[in-house]
């Protein structure tokens, strides 16, 4: 089975902090994703990446940013985390050359910025 | 651009009724539909997907037929547990094509009682 590991459960951070969402899957997948969930908002795309050191953005890249400098691994950062950025954090992986290839998530990081 | 609508919850039904949630796309192309759901506490998973018209998804008791004439994908089960209780995701294949990139509808809370 394919496992997405996301390294934190929870965290709590403070307004202005840098944050580092790490997360690994271990299917050699060379696409990998994060997304932002919100009730009422469902999922929104802040970042994806199709290969090692490459990033692509998403729907709502605005105050994030992304690293991936092995392919079993994509972290999420916030550079100055804000309180608009508490939300649940979702990874997700998935082969490429398939557009039928559906995403494996990790369990969730619930970020709550003070 | 693209989108997927479905229907709003929470859904509230007692163990052993039929289930249908509503899902509506708009999309350019002809895309893959897919179902996710989230259990408490976890990441989304995979529940069925179709990648053409009239193609019928199944998994777990669970069915969806897609239907390019309605532009639906509504999810349907004959028989509800309390164990299917969780949050079901309607998604699409978004125009990033290969990329792998999917676009979410807001999630249905479906809540099923003894």
């Known amino acids: 089975d394919v496992k997405v590991t996301q390294s934190s459960r929870y965290l709590v951070k403070r307004t202005g902090e840098k944050v580092f969402l790490e997360c690994v899957q271990d299917?050699?997948?060379?696409?990998m994703f994060w997304y932002r969930q919100d009730p009422g908002l469902g999922l929104r795309l802040i970042y994806f990446?199709?290969?090692?050191?490459?990033?692509e953005k998403g729907d709502i890249p605005e105050g994030y940013s992304v690293s991936r400098e092995k392919k079993e691994r994509f972290s999420l950062i916030l550079e100055s985390a804000s309180t608009n950025q508490t939300s649940m954090y979702l990874c997700?992986?998935?082969?490429?050359?398939?557009?039928?290839?559906?995403?494996?998530f990790g369990n969730g990081t619930r970020l709550t910025v003070t | 651009g693209d989108s997927v609508t479905q229907m709003e919850g929470p859904v509230t039904l007692s163990e052993e009724a039929f289930l249908t949630i509503n899902c509506t796309y708009t999309a350019t192309g002809y895309p893959s539909l897919f179902w996710y759901v989230q259990y408490p506490g976890e990441g989304l998973q995979l529940l069925l997907k179709?990648?053409?018209?009239?193609d019928k998804g199944s998994n777990k008791g669970f069915e969806a037929t897609y239907r390019k004439e309605t532009t639906s994908f509504h999810l349907e089960k004959g028989s509800v547990q309390v164990s299917d209780s969780a949050v079901y995701f309607c998604a699409l294949s978004g125009n990033r094509g290969s990329q792998g990139n999917l676009i979410f509808g807001k999630g249905t809370k479906l809540s099923v009682k003894p």
């Open positions: 990446s199709y290969d090692v050191k490459m990033k």
């Open positions: 997700a992986s998935s082969l490429q050359g398939s557009y039928n290839s559906p995403l494996h």
């Open positions: 299917m050699d997948h060379e696409n």
């Open positions: 179709a990648t053409k018209a009239d």
